[in-house]
C-alpha cells in the first residue's frame, strides 16, 4: 500500500475509532473496541472501503501506533486520545520521574499559569522523551518542551496511565510541576 492511502486510512479511522464512532454506525465496547468485521462493514458502506490486509498494515505500520487489535485480532481499538466517552480500562501505573509535553510557542504563558489541561479530550497526552514531545509540538507551531514532575505528582496522589503504544496520560497537571526547557 502506498504511503498516501496509508495516511487516508490512519485518520479515517482515528476520526471514527477517536472521535464520531456514530458517525459510520459503530459503538465502542468498554475498553473503546469494535468488532474489525463491524469496522470494516461500517467503512464500506460509508463509501470508504478498507480491507483486511490494508487494515492490518495500518496497525503495524502507523508511525504513532495508534491502533491495536486485541490477543485474538477480531476487535481494534484507538489507543487514545478519544473525545467521544469511552473507558480505556487502563490501569494505574508508576510514571518514571520526568515526563515531557511538546506544545506550540503560542501556548506557553497560558500553560505555566494554568497547567496542562485534558480539553475536549480524556487526558493530558505526555511523553517518555524529548523528542517525542518535540514531534507533538511541531503540529502547534513552533515547538516548546515542557517538563513534567511526574514523579512528585504521583507522589502527590495523582493517578497516571501509559497506553499500548506508550503515550503517558494523566488528568491534569497542575502548573506548579511544569517546567520550560530552554
Not at 493530558?124 to 522523551?129: C, F, I, K, N, Q
Not at 514531545?133 to 502547534?140: D, F, N, Q
Not at 491534569?172 to 520550560?180: A, F, N, S
Request: with cysteine; net charge positive; glycine share 8%.
Amino acid at each position: 500500500m502506498n504511503d498516501s492511502r496509508l495516511v487516508k486510512i490512519s485518520k479515517y479511522l482515528s476520526k471514527h475509532l477517536r472521535h464520531q464512532p456514530n458517525r459510520i454506525g459503530v459503538k465502542l465496547t468498554p475498553g473503546g473496541w469494535v468488532a474489525v468485521d463491524e469496522l470494516l462493514a461500517a467503512c464500506q458502506k460509508n463509501q470508504f472501503p478498507i480491507t483486511r490486509a490494508e487494515l492490518n498494515e495500518v496497525v503495524a505500520n502507523n508511525d504513532k501506533k495508534r491502533f491495536a487489535f486485541d490477543s485474538t485480532g477480531t476487535l481494534i481499538r484507538a489507543n487514545q486520545g478519544h473525545s467521544t466517552e469511552v473507558d480505556l480500562q487502563l490501569e494505574p501505573v508508576v510514571p518514571p520521574d520526568v515526563l515531557y509535553h511538546g506544545t506550540g510557542h503560542k501556548a506557553v504563558e497560558s500553560i505555566l499559569q494554568i497547567g496542562l489541561k485534558k480539553m475536549a479530550r480524556h487526558h493530558v497526552h505526555l511523553s517518555a522523551d524529548i523528542a517525542t514531545a518535540k514531534t507533538v509540538g511541531a503540529r502547534h507551531g513552533k515547538p516548546v518542551i515542557l517538563t513534567v514532575d511526574s514523579g512528585a505528582m504521583h507522589k502527590a496522589g495523582y493517578s497516571f496511565y501509559c497506553s499500548e503504544n506508550g503515550v503517558w496520560l494523566v488528568d491534569h497537571v497542575p502548573p506548579e510541576y511544569l517546567q520550560k526547557n530552554e
